[in-house]
């Protein structure tokens, strides 16, 4: 069965910073798309940024320039670097995973993220 955990999220002032961490149980090249996706209170879950099979990264534009994802195939984990952080970007950020031979997703629990004005 595979696990995705994440850690790093909590309590942060607007502009502040935040490292979230996703650890996988397998190897992570198994994976064909793998990211990071947030869901606000009263809000559907969005995309903030991944990494795709084709080896490119997308971010939501609400990101794009203050949010990294990066990661590191020898610890089975992804990363997201997240910088001036605002309000909006408060929410539960869960770590996603698409395994490349089912297409199945798999998702982390998600850990909290709360940016206070």
């Known amino acids: 069965q595979v696990q995705l955990v994440e850690s790093g999220g909590g309590l942060v002032q607007t502009g502040g910073s935040l490292r979230l961490s996703c650890a996988a149980s397998?190897?992570?090249?198994?994976?064909?798309?793998m990211g990071w996706y947030r869901q606000a209170p009263g809000k559907q879950r969005e995309l903030v940024a991944q990494?795709?099979?084709?080896?490119?990264?997308n971010y939501a534009d609400s990101v794009k320039g203050r949010f990294t994802i990066s990661r590191d195939n020898t610890k089975n984990t992804v990363y997201l670097q997240m910088d001036s952080l605002k309000p909006e970007d408060t929410g539960v950020y869960y770590c996603?995973?698409?395994?490349?031979?089912?297409?199945?997703?798999?998702w982390g629990q998600g850990t909290q993220v709360t940016v206070s004005s």
């Open positions: 996603q995973g698409r395994l490349q031979f089912t297409g199945r997703d798999c």
């Open positions: 397998r190897n992570i090249i198994s994976f064909s798309d």
């Open positions: 990494f795709t099979n084709g080896g490119t990264t």
